[in-house]
DNA sequence: AATACAATACTACATTTGTAGTCATCATTT
DNA sequence: AAATGATGACTACAAATGTAGTATTGTATT
């Protein structure tokens, strides 16, 4: 279904957050927006944003003098994609080994853990 | 603790897991091992064994003609540092939320959500 | 209408990554 | 010793990414 989603690189993905967190925005909308977290000229962040329209990541509406910007796939699309090629990447595609890695590590407290497990009982039961 | 640890390319990462997998390795064996699975000639493996050797990520012992490598950075650390800087990027610097995305998705099996669960507990019962 | 301002379009340039190739050198085989 | 073959050193080159700058053009202001 998802259509294969084109690789969105580091810069991207945070003018991408900007426009999931509200679309559609003008190309000076996203420049404020973005210039509170990084310090990034305006015209970088244009040239992010063309670069985006131009991988299909993201549509532009040009019926206005002013173009306004909007994303094409959902966060959680894009987040499941780059999560997947990631786990391929680093933990050759074992889901379990990554989680187990975490759950180790100090990364976690003691209510999310709980909230974890509360989801993981649900999910058995339901799949059931 | 960690020093910093250099970022490694998806195909470095490639040549890193080899040597993970048993070092030290002549040039040789790690561009044997790598075609078994990839199709890179033996230059291209090699350029980027030496790319892990400037980043510093790979060590070269030299005594004998014939160079012997070997990683610098056990697996796990990098694992780590990898899923770090990716949950930064992608998740927003937040752990859980992540793990969650991914125990909603079927990318569990029964036996995995068991597993989990189970480590979930131990974690718990273990930290207080 | 002329000018100034702002948005868009196009261009630029260094670094990293993917993917090798060529040249020099040392060891081994005739 | 000369030729051959494997290693290592250095070079190459395109695409992607980070980070902008210049040119053009439509709109608003005087």
Sequence with gaps: MTDRIPSISE????VMT??????PKTANEVILSLQECTDW???????LLDRLVQKNVVGVNKN?????????????????????????????GTVKSMLVQFIQEDSLSDEEINELRT????????DE
């Design 11 to 14: 810069s991207e993905w945070e």
């Design 18 to 23: 900007v426009l999931w967190h509200g679309a």
């Design 41 to 47: 000229k305006p015209k970088t962040i244009r040239t």
């Design 64 to 92: 206005q003098r002013i173009y306004t910007f909007f994303p094409l796939y959902s966060q959680d699309e894009c987040q499941q994609a780059e999560a997947q090629s990631f786990i391929k990447r680093i933990y050759g």
């Design 119 to 126: 989801i993981l009982a649900k999910k058995q039961k339901k």
